[in-house]
């Protein structure tokens, strides 16, 4: 029978972290680095504190109201970003809508909360903890760790990975909202340029219409099979187009002149 410990106490001193551990999260916090790479680090942490054979993090996407698989010490490409878990479903869930630890020393798969996904091995060992990921009072995230033998969480064990959650958290959420943020911004400019280069290709339609008498849908049509033709992109097309409109007319105001 597996055996459940929710652990709801957060330590409220650092006595039990080791100096190297408190530089090195103070390291990390401090840092620039990538969500990828904080997540990496944060990996690299546990491993350090726990001794686990696996480690796995995930994130909240508070829109969908679901947890997502986002880092793992084991390679899992491509589970990453498609494990999705909702707010309270298997104990990784439960742990984010409770914001509570919950320690299973031996056959985590019995508890019944849990939810194993096949493509997971690590959701065939022994023993599971799982911590929440905090920032700002709320629930960001969620780390799991896994011994593939029976293993008896410590309530030291229980309280560093607690503490590290708990650092880590903060820095973890700032590198998500610059990663959202520079996203946003990306989609933006790409958006701007689409906007760009469709009035470009309307620009050019209308002096081809005007060049050939054509309509149009024939100008779109004749700009379209160019583009194929010569294996250009259209707005290159469009922009020759108007570069030439605009010599030519200066060309005839200079001979009216």
């Given at each position: 029978?597996?055996?459940?410990?929710?652990?709801?106490?957060?330590?409220?001193?650092v006595n039990f972290v080791g100096d190297p551990l408190l530089h090195r999260?103070?390291?990390?916090?401090?840092?620039?680095?990538?969500?990828?790479?904080?997540?990496?680090?944060?990996?690299?942490?546990?491993?350090?504190?726990?001794?686990?054979?696996?480690?796995?993090?995930?994130?909240?996407?508070?829109?969908?109201?679901?947890?997502?698989?986002?880092?793992?010490?084991?390679?899992?490409?491509?589970?990453?970003?498609?494990?999705?878990?909702?707010?309270?479903?298997?104990?990784?869930?439960?742990?984010?809508?409770?914001?509570?630890?919950?320690?299973?020393?031996?056959?985590?798969?019995?508890?019944?909360?849990?939810?194993?996904?096949?493509?997971?091995?690590?959701?065939?060992?022994?023993?599971?903890?799982?911590?929440?990921?905090?920032?700002?009072?709320?629930?960001?995230?969620?780390?799991?760790?896994?011994?593939?033998?029976?293993?008896?969480?410590?309530?030291?064990?229980?309280?560093?990975?607690?503490?590290?959650?708990?650092?880590?958290?903060?820095?973890?959420?700032?590198?998500?909202?610059?990663?959202?943020?520079?996203?946003?911004?990306?989609?933006?400019?790409?958006?701007?340029?689409?906007?760009?280069?469709?009035?470009?290709?309307?620009?050019?339609?209308?002096?081809?219409?005007?060049?050939?008498?054509?309509?149009?849908?024939?100008?779109?049509?004749?700009?379209?099979?160019?583009?194929?033709?010569?294996?250009?992109?259209?707005?290159?097309?469009?922009?020759?187009?108007?570069?030439?409109?605009?010599?030519?007319?200066?060309?005839?105001?200079?001979?009216?002149?």
């Amino acid at each position: 029978m597996a055996m459940n410990r929710n652990v709801s106490t957060m330590s409220k001193n650092v006595n039990f972290v080791g100096d190297p551990l408190l530089h090195r999260i103070s390291g990390i916090v401090s840092s620039a680095m990538t969500l990828k790479e904080m997540l990496d680090e944060l990996i690299g942490l546990v491993l350090g504190v726990t001794n686990c054979d696996a480690c796995l993090v995930y994130l909240l996407e508070e829109a969908a109201g679901e947890i997502v698989l986002c880092a793992s010490q084991l390679p899992h490409a491509s589970e990453i970003g498609n494990i999705r878990l909702k707010i309270g479903e298997g104990v990784t869930g439960w742990v984010a809508q409770h914001r509570s630890p919950v320690a299973l020393t031996s056959h985590a798969a019995a508890d019944p909360r849990f939810k194993a996904f096949t493509s997971l091995p690590e959701d065939t060992y022994e023993a599971f903890l799982s911590v929440p990921l905090i920032s700002g009072g709320g629930v960001i995230g969620v780390i799991n760790i896994h011994h593939k033998r029976p293993h008896e969480h410590t309530s030291e064990e229980i309280r560093l990975l607690t503490y590290v959650a708990e650092q880590m958290g903060g820095a973890i959420s700032k590198a998500s909202l610059l990663e959202q943020n520079a996203k946003l911004m990306a989609e933006t400019l790409e958006m701007k340029r689409l906007l760009g280069a469709r009035k470009v290709i309307e620009r050019a339609k209308g002096i081809l219409q005007r060049w050939h008498g054509m309509t149009e849908e024939e100008a779109y049509m004749d700009l379209r099979s160019q583009s194929r033709r010569l294996r250009r992109p259209m707005q290159e097309l469009a922009d020759a187009i108007i570069l030439a409109d605009e010599l030519h007319r200066k060309s005839e105001r200079k001979a009216q002149g």
